[in-house]
């Protein structure tokens, strides 16, 4: 099964990308078979770029990001939106690819199942 995870939050203010990359490191550790992707649009843009810190005991967008990599899970940012933001020439985490709209619809077109944060 393929299950692609669409995220539009800001990484920090709510717990909307907290709680999507939570569900996808739990798919990844129960469910070996599944294969999660990860679109990041909008101000979720902001989730891709490393070196973040945050306070002891605060959860850490990066170190979570770099988790889902580590284990196999597919992560790609909408290249417009971070063009809009400013940050398209800038370092993304090791692994998270610059994409666009047309590969975002064929993730969309080749998931079983998409899940909106």
Do not use: Q
Not at 70 to 86: D, S
């Amino acid at each position: 099964m393929k299950i692609l995870m669409v995220i539009n939050d800001a990484p920090y203010g709510t717990e909307k990308v907290y709680n999507a990359l939570r569900l996808a490191i739990t798919l990844l550790n129960e469910h070996t078979d599944i294969e999660v992707r990860i679109f990041l649009m909008a101000d979720a843009v902001f989730c891709a770029l490393p070196y973040t810190t945050t306070p002891n005991g605060y959860y850490n967008i990066e170190r979570m990001i770099l988790s889902i990599l580590n284990k196999g899970g597919k992560i790609k940012a909408c290249g417009t939106c971070a063009h809009a933001r400013g940050l398209f020439e800038l370092e993304l985490i090791e692994g998270v690819e610059r994409s666009n709209l047309s590969e975002y619809t064929n993730w969309v077109v080749d998931s079983d199942k998409v899940i909106n944060f």
